[in-house]
């Protein structure tokens, strides 16, 4: 590939990263829909899916008043070579951040980490195939400075050090949380490391591991 043609790749995917979470946390749902290749996954906390699945629960959320934004840092890409130039790595530093009720008290829970994406080119046209964030660490703080909320330290032991907080007022919402998502360290995080090695030489993208 030409450097220009790899400039071009490297802006378009960005783009695509950029405009994930600008659309999604603005409910321009027609324009985030594009963002996805038809057989592109979510994994998020709490649902995992096809995308239109996400899209679906995400809408359901919005209309319910359910507030999750993102917010993004750097990004690096890892193209493909050879046959899979098509095919890209990307992980992006961001944080997701949720408001809402925690025993009466208003919260916001801000979590620390990676979008960890498995993208490709077709048809000319870059899209996500697989989304599966990183959750690296995690706190929740009450809105008004002099309120205090307790937490039940076995809801909260049932969940990764690094998404903890975030699992808590999602299970309070009624959302079955997945309590194995990978994490800065540890077996999940390798095995997704493994998977976006074996995406950039032909793999499938097969997630969550068995």
């Given at each position: 590939?030409?450097?220009?043609?790899?400039?071009?790749d490297?802006l378009?995917?960005?783009?695509?990263i950029?405009?994930?979470?600008l659309?999604?946390?603005?409910?321009?749902?027609?324009k985030?829909?594009t963002c996805?290749?038809?057989d592109?996954?979510?994994?998020?906390?709490w649902?995992?899916g096809t995308?239109?699945e996400?899209?679906?629960?995400?809408r359901?959320?919005?209309?319910k008043?359910?507030?999750?934004?993102?917010f993004l840092?750097?990004t690096?890409?890892?193209l493909?070579?050879g046959?899979?130039?098509?095919?890209?790595v990307?992980q992006?530093?961001?944080?997701?951040?949720q408001?809402?009720?925690v025993?009466?008290?208003?919260?916001d829970?801000?979590?620390?980490?990676r979008?960890?994406?498995l993208?490709?080119?077709?048809g000319?046209k870059?899209?996500?195939?697989l989304?599966?964030?990183?959750?690296e660490k995690?706190?929740?703080?009450?809105?008004?400075?002099?309120?205090?909320?307790?937490?039940?330290?076995?809801?909260?032991?049932?969940?990764?050090?690094g998404?903890?907080?975030?699992a808590?007022i999602?299970?309070?919402i009624?959302?079955p949380?997945?309590?194995?998502?990978?994490?800065?360290t540890?077996?999940?995080?390798?095995?997704?490391?493994?998977?976006?090695?074996?995406?950039?030489?032909?793999?499938?993208?097969?997630?969550p591991?068995?």
């Amino acid at each position: 590939a030409s450097l220009n043609g790899e400039l071009l790749d490297r802006l378009a995917i960005r783009d695509l990263i950029e405009n994930w979470a600008l659309w999604r946390d603005a409910g321009f749902w027609e324009k985030f829909r594009t963002c996805w290749h038809d057989d592109g996954r979510m994994m998020a906390t709490w649902t995992q899916g096809t995308a239109d699945e996400f899209i679906a629960m995400s809408r359901e959320g919005w209309d319910k008043g359910v507030s999750i934004l993102h917010f993004l840092g750097g990004t690096t890409i890892e193209l493909g070579t050879g046959a899979w130039r098509d095919r890209a790595v990307v992980q992006t530093k961001m944080t997701i951040s949720q408001r809402g009720e925690v025993h009466d008290t208003l919260v916001d829970v801000v979590c620390t980490g990676r979008f960890y994406d498995l993208v490709e080119k077709r048809g000319g046209k870059w899209g996500v195939v697989l989304r599966q964030p990183i959750y690296e660490k995690d706190r929740m703080d009450p809105v008004d400075p002099a309120a205090t909320v307790e937490l039940d330290p076995d809801i909260l032991a049932r969940f990764p050090v690094g998404y903890r907080h975030l699992a808590y007022i999602q299970h309070l919402i009624g959302y079955p949380v997945k309590d194995d998502m990978p994490g800065l360290t540890g077996p999940m995080v390798e095995k997704l490391y493994a998977l976006g090695a074996a995406w950039l030489e032909g793999g499938d993208p097969d997630w969550p591991p068995a």
